[in-house]
């Protein structure tokens, strides 16, 4: 188990409290919400690649932007069919995102996704994909990973930063269906 990887259960006893004497619950109950605040962040956490694939399947620049904090930086491999290299800043990325995304026609995938709590609102982590992109006319799978940082701004959950690293799959031989 990772260092900062905590489980997150509640103890049967500790849903069926006794109120009857003052003060009685306080510690078990405090713990209880702190569980629940952070299965909240968690996901939240879950849901912020789920929300940018739907996002840049629909090609909703906006919606994809919305999903940054205002410091915020993309990064993408020289190798995908967008522009490459760092991006820093709410602007640039939009700036980015309108470029490419018109132009393509994409199945983004996620296969999983694996992140861990840093504390004081943040956390960092990796999202594994399969995306499949047509642009102008010719197909292209990748298989790869973004790279995330995340931050809690404004008790929102957003992306600090996605760094993209993905590979080209090769064309299936022929007569392989």
């Known amino acids: 188990m990772e260092k900062n990887h905590r489980p997150i259960a509640a103890a049967p006893d500790a849903l069926s409290l006794t109120w009857d004497e003052p003060g009685n619950g306080e510690i078990e109950l405090t713990e209880l919400k702190q569980q629940i605040a952070e299965m909240l962040d ?55 995102l309108r470029a ?7 199945y983004p995938f996620i296969h999983s996704h694996h992140f861990e709590m840093l504390g004081n609102g943040s956390a960092q982590g990796f999202v594994y994909i399969e995306l499949q992109i047509c642009v102008e006319g010719l197909g292209v799978s990748y298989i790869g990973c973004y790279q995330d940082q995340y931050v809690k701004e404004d008790g929102v959950w957003k992306f600090r930063s996605r760094k993209l690293c993905a590979i080209p ?5 022929a007569g392989h269906d």
């Not at 490419?100 to 994409?106: A, C, G, K, N, Y």
């Open 42 to 96: 968690r996901e939240a956490i879950r849901q912020l690649p789920i929300s940018y694939a739907r996002f840049a399947r629909t090609k909703d620049v906006d919606a994809l932007v919305g999903l940054y904090a205002k410091d915020a930086t993309l990064d993408v491999a020289e190798n995908m069919s967008m522009q490459a290299g760092p991006c820093s800043g709410l602007e640039a990325i939009r700036k980015t």
């Open 169 to 173: 799959l090769p064309a299936p031989a």
């Open 100 to 106: 490419d995304l018109p132009r393509m026609d994409s």
